[in-house]
């Protein structure tokens, strides 16, 4: 159940960010190019040991400029991100991802499924 729920994770963030699935499961810094024409896009995503950082083609040098050799805390401070959104898979290992009351909550995905870990 743990692997389907981490590859649900990862075919949909690898969809949303212009990546693969062996980049969201690296140690790198990864700079994409949104397919999508017509919109100015720039989404971070921090992942695992991963930074993905997802531009529109317009963005992405510039971007990429900008961003290079700042750490993980320091991509996410700069002033062209805003509105952060803070979504944590609860593991079940030593009591991680337990609410205050010992309970783990449920899990529901983007994808329309609920998983109780």
Excluded: W
């Amino acid at each position: 159940m743990k692997e389907l729920i981490k590859d649900k994770i990862e075919e949909l963030l690898s969809k949303e960010y212009a990546c693969s699935r062996a980049e969201l499961n690296g140690k790198q810094t990864v700079y994409s190019v949104h397919p999508e024409e017509g919109q100015r896009i720039l989404k971070l995503l921090a992942y695992r040991n991963c930074v993905v950082i997802c531009t529109s083609k317009d963005l992405h040098k510039k971007v990429r400029e900008l961003l290079q050799g700042k750490s993980r805390d320091e991509m996410f401070e700069v002033p062209l991100v805003y509105g952060q959104t803070i979504h944590y898979v609860p593991g079940h290992r030593g009591g991680e991802g337990r609410a205050p009351d010992g309970r783990t909550p449920p899990v529901h995905s983007s994808l329309g499924e609920r998983f109780s870990l």
